[in-house]
């Protein structure tokens, strides 16, 4: 596949992003950290605060990185801008104005994997990325999107029937999409993606066959 960028100016982008925007890395690492324990210490509001933080989260993705930074090597950012975009409308609407989504910590196969993917795009990935070659600030940290859609999924791992299968739709593409860059650009951290997509399609599947059991 041919792309419109090389190598260098795909990182490079990385490096102007997060020179740019510091330090709200690790404001948007805080809040990260906010839904996790909204998660783990469940309240009557926890769903509101864990899908406002993933509606701000996406919408970051859509206008700060796509648009004002990834836009400037790549027109398909303006694509991804508006999928982002829909992801962040998607976990507003679900799970702030209709409170369709909670999240509760309940021992099984769900939380271990919530808990491996949580941890992987909080930590592991961007170690990860200084071992591969590409130290801070050429590279991409959380809040940009693929490590921010591992965490995504990893907090739906933690959703609560009954729950719409619409806020799986945007971070499920973005691993296809995203995957794709372990390839083609050496970026090896991405390749938790692929992990992450197992993950949502098997969370996909399992609340399709909730709904349908619900049905007389």
Not at 68 to 95: D, E, K, L, N
Not at 149 to 176: E, H, K, N, Q
Not at 183 to 194: A, E, M, N, Y
């Amino acid at each position: 596949m041919a792309l419109p960028f090389t190598v260098e100016q795909f990182y490079g982008v990385f490096r102007d992003y997060n020179a740019a925007v510091w330090p709200a890395q690790w404001f948007l690492v805080a809040l990260a950290l906010v839904a996790v324990g909204a998660v783990l210490r469940p309240q009557p509001w926890s769903g509101v605060v864990v899908s406002s933080i993933l509606g701000v989260l996406w919408a970051w993705i859509a206008l700060i990185y796509h648009l004002a930074f990834f836009a400037r090597i790549s027109p398909a950012a303006y694509g991804f801008a508006a999928g982002s975009a829909v992801g962040a409308v998607v976990f507003i609407w679900q799970g702030v104005i209709r409170r369709r989504l909670s999240f509760r910590w309940v021992p099984g196969l769900n939380a271990m994997a919530g808990v491996a993917l949580i941890a992987f795009a909080l930590v592991v990935y961007p170690v990860w990325s200084a071992y591969a070659g590409h130290p801070y600030p050429a590279t991409p940290t959380f809040g940009l999107p693929c490590p921010t859609t591992i965490f995504t999924i990893g907090l739906l791992c933690f959703a609560v029937p009954p729950m719409p299968r619409s806020p799986l739709i945007v971070p499920l593409l973005w691993c296809l999409v995203g995957a794709q860059a372990a390839f083609l650009l050496g970026v090896q951290p991405d390749l938790g993606l692929i992990a992450a997509a197992v993950v949502g399609v098997g969370i996909f599947a399992a609340v399709g066959q909730y709904h349908r059991g619900l049905k007389p």
